[in-house]
């Protein structure tokens, strides 16, 4: 159980493109999805935190015009990047909060790795 | 000085050896830990999860908290070639948006 669902998990795309991610929940709510970027060799750090309905909330250093976060259902967050250019080229991987393990358990999806060429 | 540090490797096993994992931290108010394994072009995956001190033990895995040195560890018994990935230590505090500060990361390779 508490399954998300990430697609493309890979993409090419030009220079000045725009991409979307997308996170589905398949088998539980997920009313808060991260959305974590990801270099090479190093660790995941969180771009933004999205709620169900509501605007997500970007850490520091995050273009939000760039990386537009759409968390419109429960079992659905999209990540669109906007305007892609080649250091955008990372893996990507979301992540859905879940009260499965006693307490807020973290489920991540199998991320998508974009190159912008 | 980064929040949660992790020594990056890589760590090269024969297999069947015991694997010492570890993490170390400076936000005393850290209570919740984990440990994620992350195979190469995928998400991570939980393996383990303590709350507060003590030891908790999975088949192979037996994952440790110090907090009074503030000191993590994930120990993984009879290591196999299929444990090789990077396996990341993340912490949360308590109702404080339950957010996870994650560790560097590290690479684990075992060898037949």
């Known amino acids: 159980g508490a399954v998300v669902s990430q697609h493309p998990s890979w993409v090419i795309c030009k220079s000045g493109t725009s991409v979307k991610i997308e996170c589905r929940s398949l088998?539980?709510?997920?009313?808060?999805m991260f959305w974590y970027r990801q270099f090479p060799k190093q660790s995941l750090m969180l771009m933004a935190t999205?709620?169900?309905?509501?605007?997500?909330?970007?850490e520091q250093g995050v273009e939000k015009d760039k990386f537009l976060i759409n968390h419109a259902s429960l079992t659905l967050s999209t990540l669109t990047v906007t305007s892609a250019h080649p250091e955008d080229s990372s893996f990507y991987i979301c992540?859905?909060?879940?009260?499965?393990?006693?307490?807020?358990?973290?489920?991540f999806g199998s991320g998508t790795r974009l190159t912008v060429v | 000085q980064k929040e949660v540090e992790q020594d990056p490797g890589p760590l090269s096993v024969p297999e069947g050896a015991i694997v010492s994992l570890n993490c170390t931290y400076s936000n005393s108010a850290f209570q919740y830990f984990m440990w994620y394994r992350q195979y190469s072009r995928k998400g991570p995956e939980l393996l383990m999860y303590?709350?507060?001190?003590g030891n908790k033990e999975d088949g192979r895995f037996t994952a440790q908290v110090d907090k009074s040195s503030k000191y993590i560890s994930l120990f993984i018994r009879d290591s196999q070639p299929s444990d090789s990935a990077t396996y990341l230590c993340a912490m949360s505090v308590p109702n404080a948006g339950n957010m996870l500060t994650f560790g560097g990361g590290t690479r684990l390779m075992v060898k037949p």
């Open positions: 303590t709350y507060s001190s």
């Open positions: 088998d539980f709510q997920a009313t808060t």
């Open positions: 992540s859905a909060r879940v009260q499965v393990f006693g307490f807020s358990g973290y489920t």
């Open positions: 999205s709620n169900e309905g509501s605007k997500a909330t970007y």
